[in-house]
């Protein structure tokens, strides 16, 4: 049986200020995504994180509620766990010692889900980096050509200006 899970991705007002000027300010935005599966959550979190954010922006926080086969929900946050009295954080992470191992488990296996969207994000981060440093260098390589085009050009007029205005040799 496939594990369902709910995110919620929030992210609250932010400005950027310099030297007590406003810059630039931003709206609170929120995702949700309910019953989505293992790897629907790895993709959504990574293009949460991946998310490009101007100076200044606060970036989201994404939190995951799951529950499986009756279990109690388990709530965590790429900010830190839910430190609730319904369970000992040392318990979560020793599942062997634990009067809860399915809650344990849940937990852990959250752990390699977040893991797992940090690495898919820094893929999406690259392969972004990558493909903005390759239009780059297309724009350079054409800006140059442009260039050189346009300094032939005006060579070319100012040679055939020069051949205008030369005196013709006598013999």
């Known amino acids: 049986m496939d594990n369902k899970y ?5 992210k ?3 400005s950027d200020t310099c030297r007590g000027c406003l810059m ?3 709206p609170s935005d929120c995702r949700l995504f ?9 993709e959504h979190w ?50 062997e010692q634990t009067e ?4 344990a488990e849940q937990f852990n ?21 990558a493909k903005l440093a390759e239009q780059r260098s297309q724009e350079i390589a054409k800006q140059k050509q442009d260039t050189e085009d346009r300094e032939k050009k005006q060579l070319a007029a100012l040679l055939a200006k020069y051949r205008q205005h030369e005196p013709n040799p006598t013999i």
């Open 6 to 10: 709910t995110v919620v991705a929030y």
């Open 12 to 14: 609250p007002d932010s």
């Open 24 to 26: 630039a300010s931003y």
């Open 34 to 42: 309910v019953g989505v599966n293992r790897h629907q959550l790895i």
């Open 46 to 95: 990574a293009q949460i994180k991946a998310h490009v954010l101007d100076q200044g922006e606060v970036e989201y926080c994404v939190t995951v509620l799951s529950s499986f086969n009756g279990a109690p929900v388990v709530v965590f946050s790429d900010q830190g766990i839910d430190h609730s009295e319904h369970w000992d954080y040392n318990q979560l992470v020793n599942p």
């Open 100 to 103: 809860y191992p399915k809650l």
């Open 109 to 129: 296996q959250l752990v390699e889900i977040q893991a797992e969207a940090v690495v898919l994000a820094k893929q999406i981060v690259d392969q972004r980096n």
